[in-house]
């Protein structure tokens, strides 16, 4: 088989439209969404989405990262999560660059962002986080290393047990079957999603088992009905989630 061919890595484009700023790698193909006004607000639902993951670890000790973009979960985590250490693995330098113009705090005793290929990065990191959020995207979608048999393995080590991981993926990307038997041979089975909660992003949650655990217990719950068991509740829960978080935090 010869391999598709991908596009360039073209440089990120910054758009402001009103109170509304976006960061794309192509035009039109919007990576992250920002309100100039509320600079750490999720505007994108699959981000609200996302945060589903306080629901298996409310207070995660560590927080690693996947894929910077404009740093709408980095912001929201940091703001809202402050007892969590916050670490994201971004390729990208000119990515990196843009942080001041996505209102991204800079790097303090709870957040640092590393410019690194988390798919060879990640071995490095066993045992040392309790959340995983795999969201690396470029131009041509998720990038085949970062849905790799070998790249699951690794994220499984790097999780402490009872830690969970949250992956993105496109319903429509023709390899999501064979990255979602991947990921479930990777974590023995355990994983879980919510049904219909951000259109056609498919947000996969995996629990790292060994142990019962609050994790592995949650994961069971939301395996047998797909969440609340229908797309428009699960996307309430996924609003519920952040107004509880923004409640509880520093708002």
Not at 31 to 49: C, F, I
Not at 136 to 149: C, I, Q, T, V, Y
Not at 197 to 215: C, E
Request: aromatic letters at 8%; one cysteine or more.
């Amino acid at each position: 088989m010869n391999p598709q061919p991908q596009s360039p890595a073209a440089t990120p484009l910054v758009r402001t439209d009103g109170d509304l700023r976006s960061l794309e790698f192509l035009p039109g193909m919007i990576q992250s969404e920002m309100r100039l006004s509320r600079p750490d607000q999720l505007v994108l639902a699959y981000a609200r989405a996302m945060m589903c993951f306080t629901l298996f670890q409310p207070r995660p000790q560590h927080i690693v990262m996947v894929g910077l973009g404009g740093g709408s979960l980095v912001k929201f985590c940091h703001r809202y999560l402050p007892h969590s250490r916050i670490t994201v693995l971004e390729l990208r330098a000119d990515v990196i660059a843009l942080r001041e113009q996505f209102a991204i705090p800079p790097d303090d005793a709870r957040l640092r962002i590393v410019c690194v290929d988390a798919a060879r990065h990640m071995a490095a990191l066993a045992d040392s986080a309790d959340v995983l959020l795999v969201d690396g995207f470029d131009a041509d979608g998720l990038p085949p290393a970062l849905a790799s048999a070998r790249f699951y393995a690794d994220c499984r080590r790097a999780l402490r047990p009872g830690g969970v991981l949250v992956a993105n993926m496109f319903s429509y990307d023709p390899h999501f079957p064979a990255m979602r038997r991947r990921l479930r041979m990777a974590f023995a089975d355990r994983l879980c999603q919510f049904r219909g909660i951000a259109g056609n992003n498919r947000l996969l949650f995996a629990v790292k088992g060994g142990a019962p655990s609050p994790a592995l217990a949650a994961l069971r719950r939301v395996a047998r009905c797909q969440g609340l068991g229908l797309a428009p509740l699960n996307r309430l829960l996924a609003h519920w989630v952040v107004w509880r978080l923004r409640r509880g935090g520093r708002d």
